[in-house]
């Protein structure tokens, strides 16, 4: 299973994104960060809340330099479907991945053999290709695009500034922390 600090090998896969079914590589992303959302399946309940959002919310990441991708084990032609027959994902503009045999999944640790789909899962890719963060849900539970935001503007702003830390809930433009040995103890 990949955690943070591991490499990610370069994939190529079907996704469905432009109105169109391509292959596409995370070498493709180069230079870019990236952030994948594992999901557990197409016409489900909470996976459509939890995409729209993604929607809401894709402007800032792109902003910042990052591109979103979502994964589930469905097939493009599922993805297709879904997208054209849910209101909640008219506006999904990012890749909407398609890893039907699980290789994928299996790879970055999200696949449920039992059931042969993902757990609900992100993953924080910088544009060298190594995870920055990443974090697992029960698949019952929803996650929080802003908090998966905010983590990448923390992993952005600290990758631009290796002497600073990133404190709990911070955001762009908060205080930070310069570690020092006069700091300790003090925070």
């Given at each position: 299973?990949?955690?943070?600090?591991?490499?990610?090998?370069?994939?190529?896969?079907?996704?469905?994104?432009?109105?169109?079914?391509?292959?596409?590589?995370?070498?493709?992303?180069?230079?870019?960060?990236?952030?994948?959302?594992?999901?557990?399946?197409?016409?489900?309940?909470?996976?459509?809340?939890?995409?729209?959002?993604?929607?809401?919310?894709?402007?800032?990441?792109?902003?910042?330099?990052?591109?979103?991708?979502?994964?589930?084990?469905?097939?493009?032609?599922a993805?297709?479907?879904?997208?054209?027959l849910?209101?909640?994902?008219?506006?999904?503009?990012?890749?909407?991945?398609?890893?039907?045999?699980?290789?994928?999944?299996?790879?970055?640790?999200?696949?449920?053999?039992?059931?042969?789909?993902?757990?609900?899962?992100?993953?924080?890719?910088?544009?060298?290709?190594?995870?920055?963060?990443?974090?697992f849900?029960?698949?019952?539970?929803?996650?929080?695009?802003?908090?998966?935001l905010?983590?990448?503007?923390?992993?952005?702003?600290?990758?631009?500034?290796?002497?600073?830390?990133?404190p709990?809930?911070?955001?762009?433009?908060?205080?930070?922390?310069?570690?020092?040995a006069?700091?300790?103890?003090k925070?």
């Amino acid at each position: 299973m990949l955690s943070v600090g591991h490499k990610v090998t370069d994939f190529e896969c079907d996704a469905y994104h432009d109105e169109q079914i391509k292959k596409i590589r995370l070498s493709s992303y180069e230079g870019k960060w990236v952030v994948l959302l594992f999901y557990p399946g197409d016409f489900t309940f909470v996976c459509p809340t939890e995409l729209a959002d993604a929607a809401a919310h894709y402007d800032q990441f792109t902003t910042v330099g990052a591109e979103i991708l979502s994964v589930s084990t469905d097939s493009a032609f599922a993805h297709k479907a879904w997208r054209d027959l849910s209101s909640s994902l008219k506006e999904v503009r990012f890749p909407m991945v398609a890893d039907s045999a699980g290789k994928l999944s299996r790879y970055f640790g999200t696949y449920v053999e039992e059931f042969g789909i993902c757990v609900r899962a992100s993953f924080i890719i910088d544009p060298d290709g190594v995870v920055r963060a990443c974090e697992f849900h029960d698949n019952r539970i929803g996650r929080n695009i802003d908090e998966i935001l905010r983590k990448l503007q923390a992993a952005i702003y600290v990758r631009n500034h290796e002497d600073e830390l990133c404190p709990a809930n911070w955001r762009p433009g908060g205080k930070t922390l310069k570690p020092t040995a006069e700091l300790v103890g003090k925070i």
